[in-house]
T-cell receptor, first 109, second 115 residues
């Protein structure tokens, strides 16, 4: 079966750094997305990785290791508005998008 | 601005009363998706259209139907809503190319309540 694992919930402090991990077991791999979803709203695109390594975009970075079936999303200089769920999603060999259940990130002052 | 629009944002229907949710896009994307998302769960893909080709997920109940009359519009019909169908329904679009399905752009969602 296909599976994506993320921690259910994480807590961090405003101004700090947090790393959200995602591991996947899918039938093939054609890329990995990270989305942010605020409560009651639709997901919004954060990043896309298809090759190994780190992609940096402002305060957010995403890392991929295809050999390990592993990715992480790194959020720096945390702000209260970063409180949201972060969803990892993988494109499998059939070009279907397989979604993780998301990690709820709680930012404390 | 190019976008994905869903109407209505909130829909209340009675148990067993048919309901239709709508989605439109100005992105000219060739793929449109319908997802169901319940609280604290991953979005669950119900169907997607690649141009006019309809793709139904194997575990999507027959109670759910979809129509895509043209590139810009897509509808989700729930023929006989049950209490378990109360959820957020998300429409998304993407531009599928030879290298893959592309990034998905989501509409704001329709929150369905069944009474």
């Amino acid at each position: 079966g296909q599976n994506i694992d993320q921690p259910t919930e994480m807590t961090a402090t405003e101004g700090a750094i947090v790393q959200i991990n995602c591991t996947y077991q899918t039938s093939g791999f054609n890329g990995l997305f990270w989305y942010q979803q605020h409560a009651g709203e639709a997901p919004t695109f954060l990043s896309y990785n298809v090759l190994d390594g780190l992609e940096e975009k402002g305060r957010f970075s995403s890392f991929l290791s295809r050999s390990k079936g592993y990715s992480y999303l790194l959020l720096k200089e945390l702000q209260m508005k970063d409180s949201a769920s972060y969803l990892c999603a993988v494109i499998d060999s059939n070009y279907q998008l397989i979604w993780g259940a998301g990690t709820k990130l709680i930012i404390k002052p | 601005d190019a976008m994905v629009i869903q109407n209505p944002r909130y829909q209340v229907t009675q148990f067993g009363k048919p309901v239709t949710l709508s989605c439109s896009q100005t992105l000219n994307h060739n793929v449109m998706y319908w997802y169901q998302q319940k609280s604290s769960q991953a979005p669950k893909l119900l169907f997607h259209y690649y141009d006019k080709d309809f793709n139904n997920e194997a575990d999507t109940p027959d109670n759910f139907q979809s129509r895509r009359p043209n590139t810009s519009f897509c509808f989700l019909d729930i023929r006989s809503p049950g209490l378990g169908d109360a959820a957020m329904y998300l429409c998304a679009t993407s531009r599928r190319t030879g290298t893959g399905p592309g990034e998905q752009y989501f509409g704001p969602g329709t929150r369905l309540t069944v009474t």
